[in-house]
């Protein structure tokens, strides 16, 4: 048997994390795989910690498990607790909202069975049936992976993507540190300097608005642009992957 590890890094979702976690229980994944679900509260100040122990308590059987932090501390700092926590032989990360579909774990994880690639992230792009929330977010993204294309020399449409699914010894090998959404262009950047291929497949995507409870801003975007520029050339992180490593 082979495990996938869904890592969910919330923050006030008490309207959307009981209806998530219905969505993963009940997921179909291809034979042979089982299923462990990690929700990591990041200090939530609404009703989400009664809504996922109400879910536990109807589920126990489930291999599922809370840890609620203290404070509020950003999403990379979450989901890096996430994966220590981890069992599963593959780690994918799942944003606590309802924009991505559980249901496409299969497609995500079909290329990692097959051996062929050890990083998959799931593109919005390369599905034309999608809509996207925000004009500002769609070119952001856009250019965020033409940055990318550019810096790292492979071609990525969907850099910002929040299905991001690894091998999870590879995940756990490499040193993160960023503590907010700046997780994601700096865990893309440093598995392309190892070398890695990053396997693309079509998601839905179901956006949700600001007043909805979307928290990324454009700030964020300047962030990941300055993260993917840094880790092209700081050579600091791979010494030490590397000599950690041997």
Known sequence: MKKLSVIIPCYNEANT??????????VNLPNGV?????????????????????????YAAEQLHYIRLCKNRGKGFAVRQGIKRANGDFIVIQDADLE?????????LYPLLKGTCKVVYGSRILNRK????????????????????ILYGQRITDESTGYKMFDAA???????TNKG???????????LRLGHCIK????GYSPRSKAEGKKIKWQDGIEAACLLLKYRFDNKWLKYYETREK
Request: include cysteine; aromatic fraction near 12%.
């Open 34 to 58: 089982e299923l462990e679900v990690i929700v990591i509260d990041d200090g939530s100040t609404d009703n989400t910690p009664n809504c996922v122990h109400c879910f536990i308590s109807v």
């Open 100 to 108: 991505y579909d559980p249901a496409d774990y299969a497609t995500l």
């Open 170 to 176: 590879l995940l756990k090998s490499i040193p993160l």
């Open 17 to 26: 994390i009981g209806i998530l976690l219905e969505k993963i229980i009940h």
């Open 181 to 191: 959404f700046g997780f994601c262009p700096e865990v893309t950047a440093k598995v």
């Open 130 to 149: 999608n809509r996207h929330s925000y004009v500002s977010f769609y070119w952001g993204g856009l250019l965020l992976s033409f940055l990318v294309s």
């Open 200 to 203: 693309e497949v079509p998601i």
